[in-house]
């Protein structure tokens, strides 16, 4: 077995484990990336040392106590304290101290977890207890999957007592056990298990398909919290759409209102897809951004529910953008999206299809909406959902999106008024003008603004003052 690349921090970790008696490998998702040839985001330490061990071990390393009950402390090397502190007033200075604390630590940041063993999941969440064991083994048999189930040490090589190795070679993902408990204990391996084939492209073996198929209705016990950490890695993964269809009855148990687009035809001449296959183009399209892929699964919900057939015999969805931002926010925050999400979302959602000229007035209200970069999101929520549809729409949609982003561009160049903060007017200035204060005054700001977009108003104070005197009149 050829030795696995481990980063300078993990190995001081592992070495300084072993010096002191302990036994320490690397496992789980570390060993699996590296053994397929990926490069590992983070590396999981599991010890025969308790907790309390480790923290006394690492004592001159900064140790946080991230989930001592579970048996897990963080330990973060590299740079030793009075260097940090050092540096951290250097960041309160740039008034960037909360990121860069985060970046650093996240770089340098390992989990140490002790051997353990667990026992029953009655709330869903949380095992009801975790016990410390001894043998690497016992901690490997508590892991969900076989290519998840393998534990490395420089010195000891590679122990995989479940065949994770050979799985992996196969392209399986198979669950440590039998399938059935091992979802019943936690249900939410199911949704592990397709976030898995969804990144990795694993096909998954008989008996954990078969249970997958047979117990996904209790994903419904399990807390949005840890399904969306799971969808968002399923999402974002390369084989998203592929997933999304093979296990559309799971993702319809998660979100019941997908069901609708199911084979619902479209009757349009611009789509050679139902909505579900549609939708689905669509997410494949756009770039693996969680926010970008739920607005393309939701981009369309509303078609079902708005469809009518004309009498020519071809489908409408009148409205459909507008009632599926509101079905959208329904859905998210159910989901228990946070709020930013959600906004970015269903803001993208209802704007999809509005139809767009590369001219100032236009684009200038789309920039104020969204901002420079949701502007581009937008873009690329266009070109997927022209991706979506027979052939030649995508090229009409990417020279459009083109004349946009030029327009765009020309407008930031030039600093367009694109809000009532920009215009060469305030409130006072108003009031001083004759306008009564009140929310008239924001009122009239807000009109100028449209003018000012519009290119009927020019942004300076004089003629500005005179539409205000104008209107008084
Ligand atoms: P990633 O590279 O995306 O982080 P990962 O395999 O490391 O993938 P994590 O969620 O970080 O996934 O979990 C780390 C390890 O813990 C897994 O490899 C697996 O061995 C184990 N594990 C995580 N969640 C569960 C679970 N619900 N049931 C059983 N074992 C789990
Ligand atoms: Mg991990």
New binding site residues.
């Given amino acids: 077995m050829e030795e696995l690349k481990i980063p300078e921090n993990v190995r001081y970790i592992l070495a300084r484990l072993k010096s002191a008696g302990f036994e320490a490998y690397v ?4 060993v ?2 590296s053994l397929s040839g990926k490069t ?3 590396w ?1 330490v599991c010890t025969s040392a308790h907790p309390r061990e480790v923290a006394e071990l690492f004592s001159e390393d900064r140790v946080i106590p991230t989930g001592i009950k579970h048996g897990t402390v963080t330990v973060v090397t590299g740079r030793r304290k009075t260097e940090e502190q050092g540096e951290e007033e250097r960041q309160r200075e740039n008034g960037k101290k909360e990121n860069h604390e985060k970046e650093a630590a996240e770089k340098s940041a390992v989990e140490v977890t002790t051997f353990r063993r ?1 026992s029953g999941y009655s709330d869903r969440r949380h095992p009801d207890r975790v016990t410390f064991v001894s043998e690497i083994e016992e901690d ?1 048999a ?4 076989t290519v ?2 393998m534990a490395y040490s420089p010195d000891r090589g590679l122990c995989d007592p479940f065949g994770g190795c050979k799985d992996l070679e196969n392209n399986l993902l198979r669950c440590v056990g039998e399938a059935g408990r ?1 979802f019943s ?2 249900p ?2 199911i949704l ?1 298990a397709l ?2 084939r969804a ?1 990795c492209g694993f096909r998954l073996e008989k008996e954990t398909e078969g249970a997958v198929r047979g117990l996904y209705e209790n994903l419904k016990e399990v807390s949005w919290e840890r399904i969306t950490a799971e969808l968002e ?1 399923l999402m974002c993964g390369k084989y998203a759409a592929a997933v999304l269809d093979e296990y559309r009855d799971v993702f319809a148990c998660l979100i019941p209102e997908l069901s609708a687009m199911f084979g619902f035809e479209q009757y349009s001449p611009y789509h050679n897809r139902d909505v579900w296959h549609h939708t689905l183009a669509a997410v494949e399209d756009i770039p693996p951004v969680f926010a970008l892929r739920m607005t393309m699964l939701l981009h369309d919900i509303a078609k079902p529910v708005v469809f009518v057939l004309d009498d020519n015999g071809r489908g409408r969805f009148v409205g459909h953008p507008q009632r599926g931002a509101e079905m959208a926010e329904t859905i998210l925050r159910r989901m228990r999206f946070p709020n930013h999400l959600i906004q970015r979302i269903v803001l993208l959602v209802r704007f999809h299809d509005v139809k767009l000229k590369p001219r100032r007035p236009e684009v200038r209200r789309m920039l104020a909406l969204f901002g420079e970069k949701g502007f581009e999101d937008l873009l690329a929520v266009k070109h997927a959902d022209a991706a979506g549809k027979y052939e030649k729409y995508l090229g009409e949609a990417e020279e459009k999106n083109e004349a946009l982003r030029k327009c765009a561009k020309d407008i930031l160049r030039d600093g367009d008024c694109l809000s009532v903060a920009e215009l060469a007017v305030n409130g006072d200035d108003l009031i001083r003008a004759g306008v009564p204060a009140g929310p008239r005054i924001g009122s009239i700001l807000k009109d100028l603004l449209e003018d000012v977009m519009d290119d009927t108003l020019k942004n300076e104070k004089p003629a500005l003052l005179g539409a205000v005197k104008a209107r008084m009149r």
Wanted: aromatic fraction near 8%.
């Fill in positions: 496992a789980g998702g570390a699996r990336d590992p985001d983070d999981d667990e490997l508590r892991r969900d999957f998840n189930a091992r204990e936690d939410l391996r592990r976030r898995f990144v890695k």
